[in-house]
Every structure is written in C-alpha cells, then in structure tokens.
C-alpha cells in the first residue's frame, strides 16, 4: 500500500490532478479508460492511499470527488478502480446536476455516481423543497426510491422549538422519478403541524421541475375569531397552452365554504385575468346584505387587447357584494372600487382615448349618490 499525505506547500485542496498522475505513475493498472468512462474522476483530501491489490483508492480528511457534473464531499471515501464503486461515510453532501443537493451519513454509489444506495439521507431540492428518509435507492441515473420517507414544500418554522413545518406528506415508500417529473407515494399521510389528518394508499404530484401541470398545490391553514378554523386546498387545473385555473375552496368552521376561483387567458389579440370569490354563508346576512338575499361575492378582472395596428380596448372590474365581504374574507382592504373601461387609438401623434368609470364605497358613510 501506497500512502501519499500532502504537504503544505502543495496546497491540499488544489492537487486533484498531482493525485490522478501519481495515481496513473504508481499502478499499471490505472488507464485513462478505466478513470475516463464519461470524464475524469478528480479526487482530492488530506490524506489519500491506494491498494494495488485491492485496486481501492482511500481517501480522509476532508475529501472531494467529482465525476462529471456531480461533487461529493465526506469525511472519508474508498474508491474502487475496478469496479467503479465509490463508498463515503461521514457528512456526505452530494451536489446533483439539476441543483438538489444530498445530505447523507452514508453513501455507495456506481455509474458515475448516479446509482446506488444512501442512508439516513434529507435532500434540498432545488426549489428549497424538502425529502428525507432513513434509505434511498436509485437507479437509472433518474428513479429514487426512498424508504419512510417525509416530503414538504415548506421551510420549518423559524420559532425556537418549532422543528416541523406547516404541513408535510409522510409516506412508506416515495419514489421520484425524474424522466417522468413526478413523486410518488404509497401508504401516505397528511400532516398539518405534525398531526395527521388523512390517508391514502396512493398519491402523485408533479416534481418541483415542473412549471405547468395539473395538480394540487401547497394548502393552507388557520384560526380566527370571524371565521372558525379554516383549511384551503387549491387546486391548479392547467386547460391548455394558454388557459389555467386556480381553484381554491376554503372550509370554515364558521362561515361554511368559500370558493375562489382565479382564471387566466391570453389571445391572440390580448389576455385577460379574473378573480373570483362566493360564498353562501351558513350564517345570517349581515349588514350590506339585502335581507332576501344570502349569497355574498366579489369579481376582479382585467384585460387588454388590440383591435388593430391603431386601436385598442380594455377594461378593469371591482366590484362586490356588500360592504364587508373582502375585509370579513381576508380578500382585500380596500375601501373604495373603482371599474373602468377605455378605447384608445394611436396613430403617430395623435393620441384618442375614451373610458368610462364605475365607482363602489365600502366604508358605512359612503353615499352611492354621491360617489366619487
């Protein structure tokens, strides 16, 4: 056995090829086929040892791999030449291509370090996304499968004490397919502050790669004095290239269900956008509220399009049920609406612009006659 400790005037962390050449000088066996299959692997560590026998290279202190477009780093690393195995223990971090990183005690890896088994293991995705579980497996560069595995799109509360987040999915096994762009889960259960809240056998969502897909998303959760408890969960509903939804019913304790509806959609002459919420209260109507009617609501929309090369309309939506619907729903603050329309044209310097206005008060000393 060969042992080669780096001295300080060699510099520790900058001698990844002083190592490959030593590598290449001391053993016949070491071709640049056989550390090359799809680039070079460049080691570097305090300490570094190689096993003409075993063909193994030891590496401690402090100890960096790369292969390809991966980086490892641990404590200790044993590389094996002959079949391409590579073992670390000890703070292992691994840096993936698509910017997850990997935070394990333990890791075996082969194929470039795209395959192989990882222990006690939480990853960052790269959208700060969040899985971890006691093992994992990966093979085909692309499939992970993870054994009690947690996964949550949130961070953990930054309260002292606080090591759980908003909500999180608990599952025996959570396989990420990344060909596919999803994550999947068997025997799965939901979890609003740690505390469990439903299950199912099997469940999907696309990965956090995906910018656009049908699915549900993050919900929400809370307590107030108006509404009761309440829980959101929203559903996004992608209709085409360009048209989405976002659909948000919201149970409450109090108030019965909200809906809220967001629709988006672009054209070839424009796009417009509009927001919208309802509700039929289990409670009685309040003030504002005509007495025979129990529906409240509010509409925001917005568009603009072009007629031609010189003319163009639009036009802008507030409006609401009764006075107290967007302050009572957390929809809004405002206190005064305005709707407006316009058509305009252009055409060098002449400039033609018409609108219209529609004006709505939310406080109790608005006077409708006399608005604005």
């Not at 401690?60 to 030449?81: C, F, L």
């Not at 949550?152 to 606080?162: D, I, L, R, T, W």
Request: with cysteine; charged share 20%.
């Amino acid at each position: 056995m060969i042992v080669l400790s780096w001295l300080h005037f060699i510099g520790a962390r900058h001698c990844a090829w002083f190592f490959a050449t030593i590598l290449l000088f001391i053993s016949n066996s070491v071709s640049a086929a056989d550390i090359e299959p799809g680039g070079d692997v460049l080691m570097q560590a305090d300490e570094l040892s190689y096993d003409q026998e075993t063909q193994t290279v030891t590496a401690t202190g402090d100890v960096e791999v790369a292969y390809g477009d991966r980086i490892m780093t641990a404590d200790k690393m044993t590389y094996n030449e002959a079949t391409g195995v590579v073992v670390a223990t000890g703070n292992v971090v691994l840096l993936e291509p698509s910017g997850d990183v990997i935070f394990a005690e333990r890791a075996e890896l082969a194929d470039e370090l795209r395959d192989g088994v990882v222990d006690t293991l939480q990853v960052l995705m790269a959208d700060k996304s969040r899985l971890a579980g006691t093992e994992a497996q990966r093979r085909n560069g692309n499939v992970t499968t993870v054994y009690k595995g947690v996964f949550s799109p949130c961070e953990v509360c930054a309260e002292e004490g606080k090591t759980t987040p908003l909500w999180q999915i608990k599952a025996f096994r959570v396989i990420h397919n990344q060909e596919e762009q999803r994550i999947i889960y068997e025997d799965a259960f939901f979890e609003l502050f740690g505390i469990p809240i439903a299950y199912v056998p099997f469940f999907s969502h696309p990965d956090p790669t995906i910018e656009r897909q049908s699915g549900f998303l993050a919900p929400s959760f809370g307590n107030s004095s108006d509404l009761g408890t309440f829980l959101s969960v929203p559903y996004y509903w992608a209709i085409s290239d360009h048209i989405d939804a976002t659909i948000a019913p919201t149970y409450m304790t109090k108030e019965g269900v909200l809906f809220e509806v967001e629709y988006r959609q672009a054209l070839e002459s424009g796009s417009f956008e509009a927001d919208v919420a309802a509700i039929w209260p289990d409670a009685e109507p309040v003030a504002g509220t005509p007495a025979d009617e129990n529906f409240r609501g509010s509409l925001f929309a917005h568009g603009d399009f072009q007629i031609d090369n010189e003319w163009s309309w639009g036009f802008e939506s507030q409006l609401t049920s009764d006075d107290t619907f967007l302050r009572r729903f957390n929809i809004s603050d405002e206190t005064d609406l305005t709707s407006t329309a316009y058509v305009k044209a252009e055409n060098g310097r002449n400039l033609f612009t018409a609108e219209g206005f529609y004006f709505q008060g939310l406080l109790s000393t608005d006077n409708p006659r006399q608005t604005p």
